[in-house]
């Protein structure tokens, strides 16, 4: 695994003592999108790894039922 900027890491360590994404980015002056981010691509929590999967899986297939219902499938 590659080593973490200094930003990423200060979102990581918040996180680890228990701050919620909200809370380090107020802390950081940054985005709660990107504290979220930097949190999923870094967490190591299968059951975050398990939701995340799920979360594209149904994405995918909510696309290909559009995809479908406008004829542009093959």
């Known amino acids: 695994m590659s080593r973490l900027t200094p930003g990423e890491q200060a979102v990581m360590s918040r ?3 228990g701050y919620s ?3 380090i980015a107020c802390d950081l002056d940054i985005s709660t999108a ?5 949190i999923s691509t870094y ?3 299968p059951a ?3 939701h995340r999967e799920a979360l ?3 994405g995918s297939q909510r696309l290909l ?3 479908r219902k406008a ?3 093959r």
């Open 15 to 17: 996180f680890e003592l």
């Open 21 to 23: 994404a909200s809370d």
């Open 34 to 38: 990107r504290a979220a981010a930097i």
């Open 43 to 45: 967490d190591d929590n």
């Open 48 to 50: 975050h790894d398990r």
């Open 56 to 58: 594209i899986k149904r």
């Open 65 to 67: 039922a559009r995809l």
């Open 71 to 73: 004829g542009g499938h």
